[in-house]
């Protein structure tokens, strides 16, 4: 077991994953992860029910609230209720290999970075691995807009296996962020507007009927939201305009006084 003074948590964003879950949860590396949370948004399967089997901390939205609203919950979670210092999403769908986990969390544990992501184009091979090629062909004209847009470069900015340290997740504002699947992109935007400093490993990707994944007109608008993202991100760099997601997190709200507790 590696020794560590940082707390890792495993969070699970999890919609309708009861035939890939347990898959998932065994390939976790538990001598890395110190606990793991699902967040179930509102699956019409059992996932619910064999997460809890499963031993796993599970949250159940009444409604279901996006890809980035459930990563909001898992977020908020697993720092405030939770303690995390480390947080590791991990898609349940059993696509990316938990057994990385390792090579994510190292460099945060050694405080080299604020954030590491995994990326397909790094393990290579994508397309062999079951990428569509259309897929396949427009992560990499959206990496270019972005390498392009932000000055930094990346391989891919569309992976969902990512580690972001406490520090990370308490400066960008990602509850101002959309609850759709642009939440990947815009809290990039974010990070790279706070000069949060991204670090990548490769991986690999597995595509089979049970692993999530959108379709080529939900594909099509996903591109559409991340295109505008990059021109605002771009408004707000130049001092025009800024979009609430890179405006600082409101201050919470001050315990309430004496007098109004006894009201």
């Not at 939900?218 to 760099?237: D, E, F, P, Q």
């Amino acid at each position: 077991m590696p020794h560590r003074e940082k707390k890792v948590i495993a969070v699970l964003p999890a919609y309708n994953a009861e035939k890939t879950l347990e898959a998932t949860y065994d390939d976790i590396p538990k001598d890395w992860v110190d606990e793991i949370l699902l967040v179930d948004d509102r699956s019409r399967d059992n996932t619910v029910e064999l997460s809890r089997r499963l031993g796993i901390r599970t949250i159940v939205h009444q409604r279901n609230r996006g890809y980035g609203g459930n990563q909001k919950t898992c977020y908020r979670t697993a720092m405030d209720e939770m303690g995390g210092d480390i947080i590791v999403m991990v898609h349940p769908d059993h696509q990316y290999d938990p057994k990385i986990i390792p090579h994510l969390v190292e460099p945060l544990m050694r405080g080299e970075c604020d954030a590491v992501f995994g990326s397909r184009m790094l393990g290579g091979r994508p397309i062999e691995g079951g990428m569509p090629k259309w897929k396949y062909f427009a992560n990499l004209f959206l990496t270019m807009v972005e390498n392009a847009t932000f000055y930094v470069f990346l391989s891919e900015y569309h992976s969902g296996f990512r580690a972001y340290s406490r520090r990370f997740l308490e400066t960008v504002n990602f509850e101002a962020n959309s609850d759709d699947f642009v939440f990947d992109t815009e809290i990039i935007a974010q990070a790279v507007a706070k000069k949060m400093l991204i670090r990548e490993v490769p991986i690999r990707t597995r595509y089979f009927d049970e692993a999530s994944q959108i379709g080529f007109w939900r594909s099509v608008r996903y591109g559409l939201a991340i295109l505008k993202t990059m021109i605002l991100y771009k408004l707000h760099r130049k001092g025009v305009w800024s979009h609430p997601i890179f405006r600082d997190r409101a201050a919470p709200a001050p315990p309430p006084s004496l007098a109004e507790t006894s009201r």
